[in-house]
RNA sequence: GGGGACGUGGCGCAAUUGGUUAGCGCGUCGGCUUGUCACGCCGAAGGUUGCGGGUUCGAGUCCCGUCGUCCUCGCCA
């Protein structure tokens, strides 16, 4: 590079014309009127028109979009008709000297444009020409300021910010960990973290006091959109805390973060709302709260329904009928309903019974089983004529949460959602452990770490209405945290262990190591997790993750531009001591 | 592991009920062009319709299988 840039392509102004200015960068396009030629440059930081003749330059001759250049130049005043008020360096343009040739490229795959509609797949195999296009370079941009403020806003509140490794135990509970096998010792493995959850508890222990880490976490699971096999996150764990103290430091952070990223005002404290009361009216733990439709308990008058559905499901274990009032829905196409059945049977609901509140009377399959009284419940619960009312039938949960995608559903048909608004809301008291029905045991919500609010029962009562200092953090819909207040008494932690079903030798093989930390003066600690993808893809209006990482995986988890995972050679799998099975 | 959608020149799309030589726009290449900024005008090249098999006189179109991508249930915090 004999030219080195003196300016970049965003910069020059009405306040540099007369100036020798030097600008590297790429050729966003090229118009040729013969005897002048326009070049719009590109870089980081804008794009600048240079002006040259191309029988002054015949390296013009070779050069087109994406290739890189230098350009010595003149700024320059454009005349006035000539001004492009669409671009900050719109008023003048760099009248060429001389141009050198950086470097040339291939065709494109495709255009460098804003608006550019080519496939996802084909723009993450050349993701470093896709980033190039504003739209992602933005969103790039907006993730380092995210990542800036959170470390400002944690150093300025006190948090140390300490690394924890990434080659470390694995561990059996909850997702799948990917394995590291270990080449000195045959036959084990490091996991690679979910999270750095023991290690950030230890570090109370140490001392610390306050700790964050921005860090990347594995999960061997299935993809989504908003699902990558690894994520970033912000971790953080302080002493002597209450759960208060940790939504402080987090409504702090997040108001912040919003006021300067989305340039929108929120206002802290959060509402909170307990994890029955988000399931009951919302149907979901992480509760929409940007519209209405909430549900209701319907279960008095299902008892005694002469529809055997709603009175067959009140006798069975934990049977539930739950309905939901869908304002002016009497009036709704059947498609519409049949979608909504179709989004029920889909969370496992075998239908969804509803009845339409016409002005002849109810209408609808439900219709001939309601008696008056059944009507006159149904108004209690905000039904009128002109209504529609949906049901959903079975075990607490799974019926609970089809109705709220029901729900969800009906918000986006309706669009009642007031997506200008910002909901922040804490979920608090989930349930401490959950039955796994597979494995015939109880297991944690959350995970085995967390504190349960009241004393165990003895090993193998029933521990279904537990409940834990458990919480997790909601944005319009979406789980963007999860946190709570840990076990700091070994004691308590082996009895959390012999409840999910850890032998003592088990529970010390595995978490040995960490109940001896807790034996030597483990303070009282809690702390959160922010998922830190989604934080972003939320801010940059993106609708999955893969806007907002700069490689992203795909939902086969391939990277499109490495193609990894790949095949080892016979020499790294034999020095690991394993052989791919043929 | 299950369900759904998609796969056609480099890119985005079209092709009626299975029927002629698979079209259009962008890009690319060549020519013209001194005020454009999605420059314009003229011309040209570019295709094993993801892959494999089948049905048929005939398949981009129908069937089976397979690969890939996306969405999703399960799974996962």
Redesign the pocket.
Known sequence: MRHQRTKTCGECRLSHVGERVVLNGWIQ?V??????M?I?LRDRYGFT?V?A?PTQHAQLAEV??ECVIAVVGTVRA??A????A??ST?DI?VAALEIEVLNTTK?P???VTDEC??????RLEHRYIDMRRRPVLAAMELRSRLNFLIRQSMVGQGFMEVETPVLMKTSPE??RDFLVPSRVHPGLAYGLP?SPQLFKQTLMVCGIDKYFQICKCF?D???????QPEFTQLDMEMSFVRQEDVFAVMEKLMTGVWSELAGSTVTAPFPRMTWDASMTHFGS?KPETRFGLELFDFAERARVSPFKVFSQTMTAPQGTVRGMVVPGGAALPRRVIDESEAVAK???MGGLAWVKLGAEGPQGPLSKFLGPEDLAALKSFGANQGDLVVFTAGRFEPALNALGQVRLHYGRELKLIDTKQTHFVWITD?PMFEWNEDEKRFEA??HMFTAPTEALPPVGGDLSHLKASLY?LVLNGN?IG?GSIRIHQPEVQAQVFAHVGLTPEQAQDKFGWFLRVLEYGAPPHGGI?LGIDRIAMILAGAT?LRDVIAFPK???G?CPLTQSPSAPDERQWRELHLRPEA
């Open positions: 396009a118009r040729d009127h013969g005897g002048l326009f719009d028109q002006v003749d087109g979009p454009r005349p008709e000539a001004r492009n669409n671009r719109g343009e065709v795959p495709f255009e509609r080519t496939r996802e797949e084909l909850g997702a979910q999960r699971e299935d993809l989504r959109a908003d699902r733990d889909s969370y496992g989930f919500k959350h997790d789980e999860s997790a999955s795909s939902a086969s391939v």
